[in-house]
């Protein structure tokens, strides 16, 4: 199988402070990668880095074409999608035109898609997207993302602060996708979603890939959870 995103020896920088130290990963056609490890361990930083939105210097390629020194929007067109954690949803305005604002013409992922999948976004299809709840906006921002027919989408804590009920929805939105075709990188940090994905999971720590298997070699893995996932 092609890899869909491949990095090398990637190196981020906040200002002079260097966070990211050479991440390996590889993810293929339509694989779902979940990210995991204490919070600073630089998840957050390699999802901005695939994105165009700090300094870094290494290799990636998406599809074969080289990421390094893109702006954003370009990157977006490649077809990679981005779920930062803060959601940014367009405040003001309305739950339809932050997802009109996101279609794309002939998208795989529709907008009676989202509606069907998240009923709650046809009901207050009209309301402006300030005045969602937190979990609202997520599935909102989630849905988005997808309007714009993405083949990889890059998707940070698609699990914070949801209520069960959401989180279930969410999971299986991200299934539908993955069975699409659509290849995923999930920053999590209880590995909740990638259960419900059997997603292969990649554990960062130091600013690199310190584990990279299925969530059942992770499990039985005691040395890489107690020194790199287990709290105190």
Request: hydrophobic share 45%; proline share 4%.
């Amino acid at each position: 199988m092609s890899a869909q995103l491949l990095i090398e020896n990637l190196r981020a920088w906040y200002g002079a402070a260097q966070v990211l130290h050479g991440v390996n990963l590889r993810i293929d056609e339509g694989e779902a990668v979940a990210l995991v490890g204490r919070n600073g361990s630089g998840r957050s930083t390699l999802a901005k880095a695939i994105m165009g939105l700090v300094r870094c210097a290494g290799d990636m390629r998406y599809r074969g074409v080289p990421l390094m020194g893109l702006r954003p929007y370009r990157i977006a067109r490649l077809g990679i999608g981005y779920v930062p954690e803060t959601r940014d949803v367009f405040p003001a305005l309305t739950v339809r035109e932050n997802l009109l604002l996101g279609e794309r013409k002939g998208a795989r992922f529709t907008l009676g898609d989202a509606y069907r999948l998240f009923p709650v976004l046809e009901a207050r299809a009209s309301v402006k997207a300030g005045a969602l709840s937190g979990g609202e906006q997520q599935m909102l921002a989630l849905a988005r993302t997808l309007a714009g027919d993405p083949s990889l989408v890059v998707v940070d804590e698609p699990g914070e602060g949801l209520a069960p009920q959401v989180l279930a929805q969410t999971g299986a939105c991200l299934a539908m996708l993955r069975d699409r075709g659509v290849a995923m990188l999930l920053i999590e940090e209880r590995l909740t979603i990638a259960r419900m994905l059997d997603a292969r999971v990649a554990v960062m720590g130091h600013g690199a890939i310190q584990f990279d298997g299925p969530l059942a070699a992770l499990a039985r893995n005691e040395q890489v959870v107690r020194e790199w996932l287990s709290v105190g």
